[in-house]
T-cell receptor, first 113, second 111 residues
Framework: NAGVTQTPKFQVLKTGQSMTLQCAQD?????MSWYRQDPGMGLRLIHY???????DQGEVPNGYNVSRSTTEDFPLRLLSAAPSQTSVYFC????????????FGQGTRLTVV | QQQVKQSPQSLIVQKGGISIINCAYE??????FPWYQQFPGKGPALLIA?????SEKKEGRFTISFNKSAKQFSLHIMDSQPGDSATYFC??????????FGTGTSLTVIP
């Protein structure tokens, strides 16, 4: 039982490049979400999914796309990276949309130069 | 606009002392208030949580105090230990819906 697994752990991108941050959970959780963590800003919700095939925007969705084709996986796509997207990204999952405990992955540190 | 305001930004406490972190919110619809603990290089992990129908919740050395009328809640760590050194985030949500996190408090417990 690995919990929430994020890959890669570190990534450096050039401005304009695209990439996908991977997130997988093996707890059969319905609810998955992506946060970014910036100094002095806490964690801010980017996108979330209440189940396979269903996604919605969070607090800071611009510049990011998501999809949820399976219960286990919830990738986050940056189509054209910008320096403002330099951050630490966390994926989280919960048993269901109304569950109160979120389980976080270990994070992906992304630098856009 | 920060939905949940957290202070202080950093805190240094002697071993055995009490660590206190405060949070305030405006949205009275919030009904779930968790605290998360994050160690360097790790994701946040749920530490303790409270609902507004109680004024205090205690789990071991960790206590949440909740003041509904003032729209404030705080985390108290009794007998603080060096192993408690971490970043602490308060958060608020409506029935486990979208969580709004505070900006975090970096706690250092000096041996």
């Amino acid at each position: 039982n690995a919990g929430v697994t994020q890959t890669p752990k570190f990534q450096v991108l050039k401005t304009g490049q695209s990439m996908t941050l991977q997130c997988a959970q093996d707890m059969n959780h319905e609810y998955m979400s992506w946060y970014r963590q910036d100094p002095g800003m806490g964690l801010r919700l980017i996108h979330y999914s209440v189940g396979a095939g269903i996604t919605d925007q969070g607090e800071v969705p611009n510049g990011y796309n998501v999809s949820r084709s399976t219960t286990e996986d919830f990738p986050l796509r940056l189509l054209s990276a910008a320096p403002s997207q330099t951050s630490v990204y966390f994926c989280a999952s919960s048993y269901s949309f109304r569950s109160t405990e979120a389980f976080f992955g270990q994070g992906t540190r992304l630098t856009v130069v | 606009q920060q939905q949940v305001k957290q202070s202080p930004q950093s805190l240094i406490v002697q071993k055995g002392g009490i660590s206190i972190i405060n949070c305030a919110y405006e949205n009275t619809a919030f009904d779930y208030f968790p605290w998360y603990q994050q160690f360097p290089g790790k994701g946040p992990a749920l530490l303790i949580a409270i609902r507004p129908d109680v004024s205090e919740k205690k789990e071991g050395r960790f206590t949440i105090s909740f003041n509904k009328s003032a729209k404030q809640f705080s985390l108290h760590i009794m007998d603080s230990q060096p192993g408690d050194s971490a970043t602490y985030f308060c958060a608020a949500s409506i029935s486990g819906n979208q969580f709004y996190f505070g900006t975090g408090t970096s706690l250092t417990v000096i041996p």
